[in-house]
């Protein structure tokens, strides 16, 4: 089905995509730079555009940069005085991230911070409480990214989990790292009570995975019992 897939993605790019030459750009740059295609397609940028621009999003936190493709879409959606916070843990790929955002005119809105998550994510007090979070890190670390996701927001915020389904690995058996980090994620979002959530498949020029979506309902004293 991968060819029907990525045929339609196609077609709906056709008529909800406008060309955009920074995106473009940014993509070619990626893949001249060495980093793998990890990007979301750009009908999937504009959902997650959407969904900043619904929620009224004035600060936003992106775990996991690669090239700044992602970040884009979520600065633009941002108003004058907003604020998107990127954590990239490799080096070289906050550098090519960083030369995409500055030839996007979005550098005043983007601040990109190197180091692995697990250390900068503390470190977040000075941009608190995120109005929305997308995480899409190395996947193993799901449950710490969505621990500090509910510890960083505030009431109603908005967390966005991608690449959840994985081509299906998160029922197989067999224990894949990656799908168990989600697995333990979607099993700890089952008994927080602090959190509303969905998730969807997809399927596209991505291949087959999906996203879940989370609204913080009620804000912790603490991160999990």
């Known amino acids: 089905m991968q060819p029907t897939w990525t045929a339609v993605d196609n077609y709906l790019k056709q008529h909800l995509v406008k060309p955009d030459v920074f995106l473009q750009q940014t993509l070619a740059f990626n893949i001249d730079h060495g980093l793998p295609p990890h990007d979301v397609s750009p009908l999937q940028g504009q959902f997650l555009g959407l969904m900043a621009q619904i929620s009224g999003a004035k600060q936003i936190l992106e775990i996991g940069?690669?090239?700044?493709?992602?970040?884009?879409?979520?600065?633009?959606?941002?108003?004058?005085?907003?604020?998107?916070?990127?954590?990239?843990?490799?080096?070289?790929?906050?550098d090519i991230a960083r030369q995409n955002i500055k030839r996007?005119?979005?550098?005043?809105?983007?601040?990109?911070?190197?180091?692995?998550?697990?250390?900068?994510?503390?470190?977040?007090?000075?941009?608190?409480?995120?109005?929305?979070?997308?995480?899409?890190?190395?996947?193993?670390?799901?449950?710490?990214?969505?621990?500090?996701?509910?510890?960083?927001?505030?009431?109603?915020?908005?967390?966005?989990?991608?690449?959840?389904?994985?081509?299906?690995?998160?029922?197989?058996?067999?224990?894949?790292?990656?799908?168990?980090g989600i697995r333990q994620a979607l099993n700890a979002i089952k008994n927080n009570d602090h959190l509303s959530a969905t998730a969807f498949q997809t399927v596209g020029e991505k291949g087959w995975d999906g996203f879940a979506l989370l609204r913080v309902t009620k804000v912790p004293t603490q991160l999990r019992s």
């Open 65 to 94: 940069t690669l090239g700044g493709f992602s970040t884009q879409f979520m600065a633009r959606a941002l108003p004058e005085d907003g604020k998107l916070i990127s954590l990239e843990k490799n080096a070289a790929s906050a």
């Open 104 to 180: 996007s005119h979005l550098e005043d809105k983007v601040t990109i911070i190197v180091g692995d998550a697990a250390d900068t994510l503390p470190t977040m007090e000075a941009w608190v409480p995120f109005d929305l979070i997308f995480i899409d890190a190395d996947k193993q670390n799901s449950l710490l990214y969505l621990d500090w996701a509910v510890k960083l927001s505030r009431l109603g915020s908005l967390i966005i989990m991608d690449n959840i389904v994985r081509g299906g690995t998160i029922i197989d058996e067999q224990r894949d790292p990656h799908a168990e």
